[in-house]
């Protein structure tokens, strides 16, 4: 790194990607820092720097010590090992190292101790809850939110009607021809755990998934304003059900709040939403397969009178960034879920479907919320369609 680039850093001050430190001689805590970084998007620390952002610098002795601890601590202290680049960097004010930690590809990290650091602005916090730590393990695709059980939702509560229509549609077969008892079934399709239907499961074929998976409802909204009310509104839905109904009812809640035009149609026509259809469906169908399921919230849907936002609980899996879902891009978070959902819902899978909507409709933002863990899509209003 040039001394140009950073003194730049240096005085912007401390955040969530950059830490100082004047010196360190304890390994444990250089671990700790790095499994933060690791756990995270990754980070620089900077040692022979005040909290002030000022190069207090370091001695021929100091970077001798320092280059053997960097080593101890990711290789003994950081569990996975991991693998940082460190840098000299000489300045008029001292000598400064500065190590380079990625982003972890096998989170969760842990420090020797056992316990698992994240970022928490400039500074660092242990991470207790369970949801937070499955979330790191499902980053690194060890675990799936998807296909763990739902207790207090067993086989018997499948609407098994529903679910026959469904089997034989999607394998050109019967239930009973399959000769197999139906819990050896759904075990096989990632639908159940023993006698649980999995999150997949009940969200897909249980007759009241949200009897016991409460925030897997969609809360919609619709306002004449341009900002959200709480006595003020046109129309508010909390939507439940299975997930192919909860899909419809989103998509026709969103579509009958909309304006209609006649887009060269004659004037008796009922027109057509001011926003496509189908980019309506592509980006519902998104929110509800592609959410994280280990956040414990609802879809939500409100629409206002310049835009429609649809929030859904997570940012973006692991590297995805906001740039390279618009080209395709994806990381499946619920494979059970998406494996199955293009056999109920008019939904052919992440990376098509971001462009598909761009495609009918230009008109979209969308902001991968990554401190709030949430991801919005905008569509504006009052846009002529091209």
């Given at each position: 790194m040039e001394t140009i680039k950073l003194l730049e850093i240096l005085s912007r001050g401390e955040?969530?990607?950059?830490?100082?430190?004047?010196?360190?001689?304890?390994?444990?805590?250089?671990?700790?820092?790095?499994?933060?970084?690791?756990?995270?998007?990754?980070?620089?620390?900077?040692?022979?720097?005040?909290?002030?952002?000022?190069?207090?610098?370091?001695?021929?002795?100091?970077?001798?010590?320092?280059?053997?601890?960097?080593?101890?601590?990711?290789?003994?202290?950081?569990?996975?090992?991991?693998?940082?680049?460190?840098?000299?960097?000489?300045?008029?004010?001292?000598?400064?190292?500065?190590?380079?930690?990625?982003?972890?590809?096998?989170?969760?990290?842990?420090?020797?101790?056992?316990?698992?650091?994240?970022?928490?602005?400039?500074?660092?916090?242990?991470?207790?809850?369970?949801?937070?730590?499955?979330?790191?393990?499902?980053?690194?695709?060890?675990?799936?939110?998807?296909?763990?059980?739902?207790?207090?939702?067993?086989?018997?509560?499948?609407?098994?009607?529903?679910?026959?229509?469904?089997?034989?549609?999607?394998?050109?077969?019967?239930?009973?021809?399959?000769?197999?008892?139906l819990p050896v079934i759904l075990e096989n399709m990632n639908l159940s755990r023993g006698d649980s239907l999995t999150i997949a499961g009940a969200l897909l074929f249980a007759k009241t998934p949200q009897f016991k998976l409460p925030a897997c409802v969609v809360k919609a909204g619709a306002f004449d304003a341009n900002e959200f009310s709480t006595t003020v509104y046109n129309d508010s839905r909390d939507i439940a059900g299975k997930l192919a109904d909860v899909f419809r009812q989103s998509v026709n809640f969103v579509v009958s709040n909309l304006r209609h035009v006649q887009n060269g149609q004659n004037f008796n026509s009922i027109g057509v939403p001011e926003i496509p259809y189908e980019s309506i469906e592509e980006l519902v169908a998104n929110a509800l397969i592609h959410r994280d399921y280990f956040i414990s919230a609802p879809v939500r849907i409100f629409i206002f009178g310049n835009r429609v936002e649809i929030i859904s609980p997570g940012h973006l899996p692991n590297n995805l960034t906001v740039e390279n879902i618009k080209l395709g891009n994806s990381n499946t978070r619920n494979p059970a879920l998406a494996s199955f959902a293009n056999h109920l819902l008019p939904y052919r899978g992440y990376d098509s479907g971001i462009i598909r909507a761009l495609a009918k409709y230009p008109h979209i933002d969308f902001l991968d919320d990554r401190d709030a863990s949430l991801f919005k899509v905008t569509l504006k209003r009052g846009l002529t369609q091209d």
């Open positions: 955040d969530s990607l950059h830490q100082f430190k004047k010196n360190i001689r304890n390994a444990d805590s250089l671990a700790a820092e790095m499994v933060a970084f690791s756990n995270g998007t990754g980070g620089k620390i900077f040692i022979g720097v005040g909290d002030d952002g000022g190069v207090t610098g370091l001695s021929t002795e100091d970077v001798r010590r320092l280059n053997q601890l960097i080593a101890n601590a990711a290789s003994q202290g950081v569990k996975p090992a991991i693998n940082p680049v460190s840098e000299n960097i000489m300045t008029t004010q001292g000598l400064v190292i500065l190590i380079d930690v990625p982003a972890g590809i096998n989170k969760p990290y842990q420090d020797k101790d056992g316990v698992f650091w994240v970022k928490s602005g400039s500074d660092k916090r242990r991470a207790t809850s369970r949801e937070e730590i499955q979330r790191m393990f499902q980053q690194s695709n060890l675990l799936h939110a998807d296909v763990l059980p739902v207790q207090g939702i067993s086989v018997a509560d499948l609407d098994l009607d529903y679910f026959k229509h469904f089997f034989q549609k999607r394998f050109n077969e019967t239930l009973e021809e399959q000769n197999l008892p």
